[in-house]
C-alpha cells in the first residue's frame, strides 16, 4: 500500500504541488492502481502469448508496388543541383 509519504516524494520528483486534499485523493487512487497491479501480478499467463493489443488491428494501406519511371531524365533535370545520373546534397558527417 501507498502512503501520503510516498505520494509527496513523486510530487516533488515530478515537481508538482499539492495541497491536502490532492494528496489524499491521490494517496487513495495510487492505492487503488497498485493493488489491481497486484491482482494482474497473481495471474497465471504462461501459456498466453504477448500483445500489443487487446483486438487484432490490421493495415489498410495499399501495398507498394515498385515500378520504374519512365521520365527519369525528367527527375534528374528537376533536381537544384546533379553530378551524373545522381542527385547532388550538402555534405552532413563530419570529417572527424
Known amino acids: 500500500m501507498i502512503d501520503s509519504e510516498q505520494v509527496r516524494k513523486v510530487a516533488n520528483l515530478a515537481r508538482l504541488e499539492l495541497t491536502a486534499d490532492e494528496e489524499a485523493q491521490f494517496t487513495t ?5 497498485l493493488d489491481y497491479i497486484e491482482q494482474l501480478n497473481q495471474l497465471d ?3 498466453v502469448a504477448p500483445t500489443t493489443r ?3 488491428v490490421s493495415n489498410v494501406t495499399r501495398e507498394d508496388i515498385l515500378q520504374p519511371y519512365p521520365e527519369r531524365e525528367a527527375i ?18 563530419n570529417a572527424d
Open 29 to 33: 487512487q495510487l492505492g487503488g492502481i
Open 54 to 56: 487487446a483486438i487484432d
Open 45 to 47: 499467463v504462461t501459456n
Open 76 to 93: 534528374l533535370n528537376s533536381a537544384p543541383q546533379q553530378e551524373g545520373d545522381f542527385f547532388r546534397v550538402p555534405k552532413i558527417l
